[in-house]
């Protein structure tokens, strides 16, 4: 038989404007400032009291046999904690502690930092956008893929005697 005819209607195509394109990236760009700022003072107000109260000292003991598990010392575990509240800490409290390392504890533990859950900041977004379920589930699996990817690499690099 005859095939019928099926239109479909597109608005035209168009380059968009640099202006427009300009206009909407600093209107979200402004957007986002606006939101993270209080999040990123309260942020240090919080590592500031729980540091104070001994907080801080506990929930490291409290990682530290995670950490310890996937080839690096307890040292280590303060990386985890404060890359949780600001990522860019976790990376710095690596390098203070880079040469109580092995290369393999360095590469497992820029691994494992990589695939660790996003800051407070990026959980809140994510609360905010998704939900307090679907972001909660999100936290929880990207904890247990990090330290799961991170013994595996450990395993690895450690089974074939790798040496960085």
Known sequence: GAQP????????????????????????LVMYIKELIPIFILISVIIW????????????????????????????????????????????GLM????????????????????FLPCVAQLMIMIKERGVKLASLIAIMSIVLAFTMGFIVNLILTSLHVVL
């Open 5 to 28: 005819s099926f239109f479909m209607e597109l608005p035209p195509l168009r380059w968009p404007k640099l202006s427009h394109i300009a206009k909407k990236t600093w209107t979200r």
């Open 49 to 92: 009291a729980l540091d104070l109260c001994g907080i801080f000292q506990w929930i490291i003991a409290c990682i530290s046999p995670v950490v310890n598990a996937i080839g690096l010392p307890t040292s280590t575990s303060s990386s985890f904690v404060l890359g949780f509240f600001r990522r860019d800490f976790g990376a710095a």
């Open 96 to 115: 203070t502690i880079q040469n109580q390392l092995t290369g393999v504890q360095l590469l497992v533990a820029s691994v494992t930092l990589t695939l």
